[in-house]
């Protein structure tokens, strides 16, 4: 089994809120996050796969096809939105760094052809990041 | 759904090697440089990894603000800026960043509830870094 990490980058913007919160309670959970004219940053996303090594092509994953999918899912859906109004998932859901790993693994698992996804991690800055394993 | 979060933190603390169960050969031996009486010092990264049910609530494994409250008081204020070889934690052993890893692991298992501890993962220069992970 081998492991290959693509990385990409893209920049977005988001605010945290709750609207089942009173706007107390959701300034105390989401302090200056919940500034509702959102607020930006610049995500890393590594996706890595997992497969083993086809003996033909020496690869364990078609790269090419890898960075199409990972550009027309992910990188043409989040780089440069306003995540809470421009992306289905986050119309209703609040688009924590925990929130988006899930849903680059929601977008990509079922796209990849020979290899498995394994892991998805998103820095939302570089001393902060979010790890998502497809777990339950 | 599970997922795992990792916050660094960055501090500043000075230490030497050397064991009072080696003779003074044996501690120059073995720790090298590290054993100049003198100290040396390091800018330390150290990396925690917790993990937990994402709160449909908040979107959150934890609440950043809890983590980095409870970083500040209970890691950063006690190692940023001191010498680690006069701490009470290292009275009885030697500050090497295995065992500052595994003290700083002991303290954010015993003293953060708000998610499972996974990983410390403690880098004492670019090259070199420890995890522990229980």
Redesign the interface.
């Known amino acids: 089994m081998v492991y290959l990490t693509r990385k990409a980058e893209f920049s977005a913007s988001h605010y945290?809120h709750?609207p089942?919160?009173t706007p107390e309670e959701n300034l105390r959970?989401?302090?200056k996050c919940n500034n509702p004219n959102g607020h930006g940053h610049n995500y890393t996303l590594e996706v890595t796969v997992k497969g083993e090594v086809d003996p033909r092509s020496g690869f364990v994953v078609d790269l090419k096809q890898l960075k199409e999918v990972m550009h027309r899912d992910v990188l043409e859906a989040l780089d440069h939105r306003f995540l809470n109004k421009e992306v289905p998932e986050f119309i209703h859901?609040?688009?924590?760094?925990?929130?988006i790993?899930?849903a680059i693994w929601q977008r990509l698992v079922s796209k990849l052809e020979t290899a498995k996804l394994h892991r998805i991690r998103v820095y939302e800055t570089?001393?902060?990041?979010?790890?998502?394993?497809g777990?339950? | 759904m599970k997922a795992h979060l990792s916050r660094r933190y960055l501090f500043s603390a000075s230490h030497r090697l050397h064991s009072e169960a080696m003779s003074p050969q044996e501690n120059l031996a073995t720790y090298g440089k590290c054993n100049n009486p003198y100290g040396h010092g390091h800018n330390y990264v150290v990396e925690l990894t917790v993990s937990g049910q994402v709160d449909e609530k908040t979107g959150m494994v934890c609440n950043l603000a809890d983590l980095d409250s409870f970083v500040e008081r209970e890691v950063l204020a006690r190692f940023d800026h001191e010498n680690l070889n006069t701490l009470q934690e290292f009275a009885q052993e030697v500050p090497t960043t295995e065992n500052l890893c595994i003290q700083i692991y002991e303290i954010v298992h015993r003293g953060f509830a708000h998610a499972h501890l996974e990983r410390v993962r403690l880098e004492e220069t670019m090259m070199n870094s420890f995890e522990y992970t229980g």
Do not use: H, K
């Not at chain 1, 859901?93 to 929130?99: F, L, M, W």
């Open positions: 945290y709750n089942d919160f959970v989401f302090g859901r609040i688009p924590t760094t925990e929130n790993a899930i570089p001393d902060l990041f979010v790890d998502f394993y777990e339950p």
